[in-house]
């Protein structure tokens, strides 16, 4: 019996962040960077590559271009909701990358409390933690 691609939430969002150097840049406007320049030198994104990868963001809603001089003309790159939704995901992957990926994690992210940050999923309904064991897949209603 063949097997066909599963239809997922997960490529389609693939499809528009998936690619280094726009999760990179989502990472820099969610620290507050927003000229171009500064999000690709803390990038290291080439210029082309980083332009073409703001340009998909904005194009999907992810990030605003807000000008910011008019000679010459000039732009910011700022998160919309749908970017500040991602917040989660890449403290999710920075949090994998600080324990799977370096030796040692580069920067310590503080809440306001003092205390480091760790992510931790839980169910908005029940409370409890969730787990792949403790998750089924359903239809939409």
Request: proline share 7%; charged share 25%; net charge neutral.
């Amino acid at each position: 019996m063949p097997v066909e691609p599963r239809p997922c939430s997960i490529a389609a969002a693939l499809d528009i962040l998936g690619e280094r150097w726009s999760l990179l840049a989502l990472r820099e406007m969610g620290y507050g960077v927003h000229r171009f320049a500064k999000i690709a030198g803390y990038t290291g994104a080439s210029r082309d590559i980083l332009a073409d990868r703001l340009r998909k963001l904005e194009d999907a809603g992810v990030v605003e271009r807000r000008q910011y001089s008019e000679h010459p003309p000039r732009y910011e790159y700022h998160l919309t909701q749908s970017g500040r939704e991602l917040f989660p995901v890449l403290l999710a992957l920075r949090t994998w990358g600080d324990r799977w990926a370096v030796d040692s994690p580069a920067l310590d992210l503080r809440h306001t409390c003092g205390e480091s940050v760790d992510v931790a999923l839980h169910c908005a309904h029940c409370g409890d933690p969730v787990t792949r064991e403790s998750l089924t897949p359903a239809r939409p209603r």
